[in-house]
């Protein structure tokens, strides 16, 4: 099966003029009129809250957050819905296994050195309970495995960049990680929108990835952990709906992933996240990669005309749609504005939240081109056009 993006983009409103090439796809996918859809029937048909109200509409929301549930299950290939936490983002996945894992002084969380701030961040704050933090390269199986100390109580990795599209061998990490006895958790927000995942054949411990970057509403993610792995969590952010029971003097947890979702939820966000799961289901995500990896191969041919462009990462065949480039002596930022203003084109320019990889490699910043399912070899085409006009000017 092949993705025919002229089909598919006839479901996104903000393509249906053909005025704007959006290759901004790593930062926030577009969404399907069907997503859009559901979040609107949540407002005008089943405004209310699930697992309280006993009345048609809680009832309805509880439907609806139940077959979320089980769709996000087979979307990862979890052995059980128990294993599916609804959040806000990766973000917010990372940092509620950081902040109730049960770590303690002098314990080390290893990551990758090519982290979003996302999977850098919540264990840098750990410090402060004596946890210390290491980063071992980027893909490198051997720097990980010397650096599985006793001392190591979980690993936590980016399994594709967002900075260069390349992503590492999970399965043979996965594989290093627990061959020492420890605990892994993937960052899986570039991967889950773009490739296959099976959690259950990873056999990973946790899995973290955002809703708005796979084309679900603003504001949504799951958290995956196998069940062993979540009993293993102390809840920290507790309140409404956590509890089976309370007094005054403390409170009975309940058992299921409701333990970590406190408070009202997104109903509405989960509702349409089901719908981009299935949207995603019926396109393939093998499709979809094979479809994005043409597309880089032919923005990087683009690309390699520039004896000044610096492409960052690995070669077409070894990445997703991302890529990341920057021409010597001309300001990234500068290039995403004149792309949007010339030609309706919009990329991203910085350091796309991987500050720490800038820093230590001494790189001001890169744009950024991330393509998906809707984006067409045409674009890419006038992407490649604009840019030499961009170019010919800042140059
Ligand atoms: C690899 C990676 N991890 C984590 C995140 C954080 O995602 P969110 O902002 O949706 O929480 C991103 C977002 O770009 C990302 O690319």
Same mark, same amino acid.
């Given at each position: 099966?092949?993705?025919d993006?002229?089909r =598919?983009?006839?479901?996104?409103p903000?393509l249906?003029?053909?005025?704007?090439?959006y290759?901004?796809?790593?930062?926030?996918?577009?969404?399907?009129?069907? !997503?859009i859809?559901a979040?609107?029937?949540?407002?005008?048909?089943?405004?209310?809250?699930?697992?309280?109200?006993?009345?048609?509409?809680?009832?309805?929301?509880?439907?609806?957050?139940s077959?979320a549930?089980?769709?996000?299950?087979?979307? =990862?290939?979890?052995?059980?819905?128990?294993?599916?936490?609804f959040?806000?983002?990766?973000?917010?996945?990372?940092?509620?296994v950081?902040h109730s894992?049960?770590?303690?002084p002098?314990d #080390?969380?290893?990551t990758?050195?090519?982290?979003h701030?996302?999977?850098?961040?919540?264990?840098?704050?750990?410090?402060?309970d004596?946890v210390?933090? +290491? *980063?071992? /390269?980027?893909g490198d199986?051997?720097?990980? @495995?010397a650096?599985?100390?006793?001392? #190591?109580?979980l690993v936590?990795?980016?399994?594709t960049?967002?900075?260069?599209g390349a992503?590492i061998?999970?399965?043979?990490? %996965?594989?290093?990680?627990h061959?020492a006895?420890?605990?892994?958790?993937?960052? /899986?927000?570039?991967? /889950?929108?773009h490739?296959a995942?099976?959690?259950?054949?990873?056999?990973?411990?946790?899995?973290?990835?955002?809703?708005?970057?796979?084309?679900?509403?603003?504001g949504?993610g799951?958290?995956?952990g196998?069940r062993d792995?979540? *009993?293993r969590?102390?809840?920290? =952010?507790v309140?409404g709906?956590?509890?089976?029971?309370?007094?005054?003097?403390?409170a009975?947890?309940?058992?299921?992933?409701?333990?970590?979702?406190?408070?009202l939820q997104?109903?509405a966000?989960?509702?349409g996240? @089901?719908?981009?799961?299935?949207?995603?289901?019926?396109v393939?995500r093998?499709a979809?990669?094979?479809?994005?990896?043409?597309?880089? +191969?032919?923005?990087?041919e683009?690309?390699?005309?520039?004896?000044?462009?610096?492409?960052?990462?690995?070669?077409?065949?070894r990445?997703?749609?991302?890529t990341?480039f /920057?021409?010597?002596?001309?300001?990234v930022?500068?290039?995403c504005? =004149?792309?949007?203003?010339?030609?309706?084109i &919009? %990329?991203?320019?910085g350091?796309?939240?991987?500050?720490s990889?800038?820093? &230590?490699?001494?790189v001001?910043?890169? !744009?950024?081109?991330?393509?998906?399912l809707?984006?067409t070899?045409?674009? %890419?085409a006038?992407?490649?056009?604009?840019?030499a006009?961009?170019?010919?000017v800042?140059?």
């Amino acid at each position: 099966m092949s993705v025919d993006p002229y089909r =598919l983009r006839r479901d996104f409103p903000p393509l249906r003029d053909g005025r704007l090439v959006y290759f901004d796809n790593a930062c926030m996918a577009l969404r399907p009129q069907a !997503v859009i859809d559901a979040v609107t029937a949540y407002y005008t048909e089943y405004p209310a809250c699930g697992e309280r109200s006993l009345h048609r509409l809680g009832r309805r929301v509880d439907e609806e957050v139940s077959l979320a549930r089980e769709a996000a299950r087979r979307f =990862l290939h979890a052995r059980r819905v128990e294993e599916i936490v609804f959040t806000q983002n990766t973000t917010h996945a990372i940092n509620l296994v950081a902040h109730s894992f049960p770590f303690a002084p002098g314990d #080390v969380v290893v990551t990758s050195d090519q982290e979003h701030n996302s999977n850098l961040l919540p264990w840098q704050q750990l410090s402060r309970d004596g946890v210390a933090h +290491r *980063a071992v /390269a980027f893909g490198d199986l051997e720097a990980l @495995r010397a650096g599985l100390t006793p001392a #190591v109580k979980l690993v936590s990795m980016v399994m594709t960049s967002n900075l260069d599209g390349a992503s590492i061998d999970a399965r043979r990490t %996965v594989e290093a990680v627990h061959e020492a006895g420890i605990p892994i958790l993937l960052d /899986a927000a570039q991967a /889950a929108p773009h490739q296959a995942l099976d959690v259950r054949s990873l056999d990973v411990d946790f899995l973290a990835c955002s809703g708005h970057k796979m084309l679900g509403p603003s504001g949504t993610g799951l958290l995956y952990g196998k069940r062993d792995a979540l *009993a293993r969590l102390r809840p920290t =952010l507790v309140g409404g709906g956590t509890v089976e029971d309370s007094t005054l003097q403390g409170a009975t947890y309940r058992q299921g992933p409701e333990r970590f979702e406190a408070g009202l939820q997104n109903y509405a966000g989960i509702a349409g996240l @089901r719908h981009a799961i299935e949207y995603l289901e019926r396109v393939g995500r093998e499709a979809i990669h094979a479809h994005e990896q043409r597309l880089t +191969r032919k923005l990087q041919e683009g690309l390699a005309q520039y004896p000044s462009v610096t492409v960052f990462g690995p070669a077409a065949e070894r990445r997703g749609g991302i890529t990341s480039f /920057a021409f010597a002596g001309i300001d990234v930022h500068d290039v995403c504005l =004149l792309l949007d203003q010339s030609a309706g084109i &919009a %990329v991203r320019s910085g350091r796309h939240c991987v500050h720490s990889w800038f820093n &230590a490699h001494g790189v001001e910043g890169s !744009v950024r081109a991330s393509f998906y399912l809707y984006n067409t070899e045409e674009e %890419v085409a006038a992407f490649l056009g604009a840019l030499a006009k961009v170019h010919e000017v800042l140059a």
